[in-house]
T-cell receptor, first 114, second 112 residues
């Protein structure tokens, strides 16, 4: 079945460092891809999404490009801030393969030190 | 304001004592779902509902029930809770047109 694999954390960076969180997926057809963020004590919020190959999602300085050839959707940010400390989840939705339900990776915890 | 609310936010209970976690959304979405979040396992879907009176099992439905009598409400019912249901639970509501999912704030459940 469909699945999402993301790099295990925790990831600890200094402020202004470059961030990459890897995400790869397995799915039939053409899924939509998402990154969600969960700040401490809160629910998940949509960070960005991409619905077709080569699309780039971006928000709050974060970017991810839908790469069908490598089945990847890596999250990047050029200069992280302490306020970016959170858990990040990669997810896919495949209306063809999994009834349109969201399938999540296990999450990557990011800690940014001042 | 678009909102998904859950109650209670925190609950400590004992094995076998029936409980209900309520979920409500104000966006008139048809699709709603319940997830549990456990360390190292991410979010796993428990049940989902595609419309009123239409519900189906997700990946981990054992020990849970749901109902969808009105579009705005989607309660999660644990008839006989057990310690392995200690978890953080999230309700979500989906805007299928914008392909965006809205999550509630979570309910932290401890079953002793």
């Amino acid at each position: 079945g469909d699945s999402v694999t993301q790099m295990e954390g925790p990831v600890t960076l200094s402020e202004e460092a470059f961030l990459t969180i890897n995400c790869t997926y397995t799915a039939t057809g053409y899924p939509s891809l998402f990154w969600y963020v969960q700040y401490p004590g809160e629910g998940l919020q949509l960070l960005l999404k991409a619905t077709k190959a080569d699309d780039k999602g971006s928000n709050k300085g974060f970017e991810a490009t839908y790469r069908k050839e490598t089945t990847s959707f890596h999250l990047e940010k050029g200069s992280v801030q302490v306020s970016d400390s959170a858990v990040y989840f990669c997810a896919l939705r495949n209306y063809g393969g999994s009834q349109g339900n969201l399938i999540f990776g296990k999450g990557t915890k990011l800690s940014v030190k001042p | 304001e678009a909102q998904v609310t859950q109650n209670p936010r925190y609950l400590i209970t004992v094995t076998g004592k029936k409980l209900t976690v309520t979920c409500s959304q104000n966006m008139n979405h048809e699709y709603m779902s319940w997830y549990r979040q456990d360390p190292g396992l991410g979010l796993r879907q428990i049940y989902y509902s595609m419309n009123v009176e239409v519900t189906d099992k997700g990946d981990v439905p054992e020990g849970y029930k749901v109902s969808r009598k009105e579009k705005r409400n989607f309660p999660l019912i644990l008839e006989s809770p057990s310690p392995n249901q200690t978890s953080l639970y999230f309700c979500a509501s989906t805007d299928r047109v914008r392909d965006t999912q809205y999550f509630g704030p979570g309910t932290r459940l401890t079953v002793l």
